[in-house]
């Protein structure tokens, strides 16, 4: 029996709020909803940096991404997912090479993105010239 992949709403802030994480994981809902994902997991760091990918919902929904379960990632902002670009960049090109579609309501997560575009030539760039 094969297993169906879900989506994973991500939600994250630098400073525990409780309303406004419930204000952000609503917002996300609808923006999912709109894409047609319906009854997303949700992964919610309420109080955590986004310098840091050590976060217990953040490495609660990689951990799914690794075991198969996860088949797109939503969330409101790039930066909901990490706050340091070639890091950021790095968990993207990985979560990708899983098969995971990535969204973000700022538009900066999706292929056709010029920001992606530009920073995913920078990362290309920086990684032949360490080698």
Known sequence: MEQTKRAALYC????????AMEMQKERALRYAAELGYVNPIIYADNGA????????????????IVAGKIGAVVTLSSSRIGRNSIKTLAWMDKARRK???????????????PAFQLFGMIAAEMKKNRA
């Open 99 to 113: 098969g995971v579609v990535l969204k973000a309501w700022d538009g900066l997560l999706d292929d056709n993105a």
């Open 12 to 19: 994250r802030l630098a400073r525990a709020d409780d309303e």
């Open 49 to 64: 940096s986004g310098l840091t990918f050590d976060r217990p919902a953040f490495s609660a929904m990689n951990a799914d």
